[in-house]
T-cell receptor, first 111, second 114 residues
Framework: SQKIEQNSEALNIQEGKTATLTCNYT??????LQWYRQDPGRGPVFLLL?????KEKRKERLKVTFDTTLKQSLFHITASQPADSATYLC??????????FGKGNQVVVIP | EAGVAQSPRYKIIEKRQSVAFWCNPI?????LYWYQQILGQGPKLLIQ????????DSQLPKDRFSAERLKGVDSTLKIQPAKLEDSAVYLC????????????FGSGTRLTVV
């Protein structure tokens, strides 16, 4: 069956450190992968898109990698700030411009 | 640009009652989605529209859920009759379409069925 796995445990990290989240998938062949941020009571907010032929994508303090051999994406927040505390969702291309979402991984940045 | 508008923000109904949610996507976005997000889980696609046509409704429980997108703009999602397990946040999202764009989500409607 198709699965998108994100760590269910919250990641607690000290301010200024780099937070790294993992997204593993099985039985998908995504042409691209996206990451979203979700705050309590709000809808997800698009952060980054990375295509299957791209190894790495950066946007300000965010970096995403995509390894189609390992079927894994890593999401990094460098120099983390308390304002980065949120849940981060991995989403895979599911064909026909549809996205399948993981459960999300909560990040808590401790001042 | 204005975001995706959804209403109502909250709704509490008794089981077996009916409920409707409304979504106004970003102007010019051809593709519209309804997702269901149960507490602690990721969003699950219910239905996808391209303009006013349905592209994918394979995960929509059609015995109780229905959706329409008139004139390719606003959309409504209806549940009739509601069950306890329908308690969730219903998210509407829109995009230009194609592989280069992320989705823009609304804030969602939190439905509680009692």
């Amino acid at each position: 069956s198709q699965k998108i796995e994100q760590n269910s445990e919250a990641l607690n990290i000290q301010e200024g450190k780099t937070a790294t989240l993992t997204c593993n998938y099985t039985n998908y062949s995504p042409a691209y992968l996206q990451w979203y941020r979700q705050d309590p009571g709000r809808g997800p907010v698009f952060l980054l898109l990375i295509r299957e032929n791209e190894k790495e994508k950066r946007k300000e303090r965010l970096k995403v990698t995509f390894d189609t051999t390992l079927k894994q994406s890593l999401f990094h927040i460098t120099a983390s700030q308390p304002a980065d505390s949120a849940t981060y969702l991995c989403a895979l291309d599911h064909g026909n411009n549809r996205l399948a979402f993981g459960k999300g991984n909560q990040v808590v940045v401790i001042p | 640009e204005a975001g995706v508008a959804q209403s109502p923000r909250y709704k509490i109904i008794e089981k077996r009652q009916s409920v409707a949610f409304w979504c106004n996507p970003i102007s010019g976005h051809a593709t519209l989605y309804w997702y269901q997000q149960i507490l602690g889980q990721g969003p699950k696609l219910l239905i996808q529209f391209q303009n006013n046509g349905v592209v994918d409704d394979s995960q929509l429980p059609k015995d109780r859920f229905s959706a329409e997108r008139l004139k390719g703009v606003d959309s409504t999602l209806k549940i009739q009759p509601a069950k306890l397990e329908d308690s969730a946040v219903y998210l509407c999202a829109s995009t230009y379409g194609g592989r280069n764009y992320g989705y823009t989500f609304g804030s969602g409607t939190r439905l509680t069925v009692v």
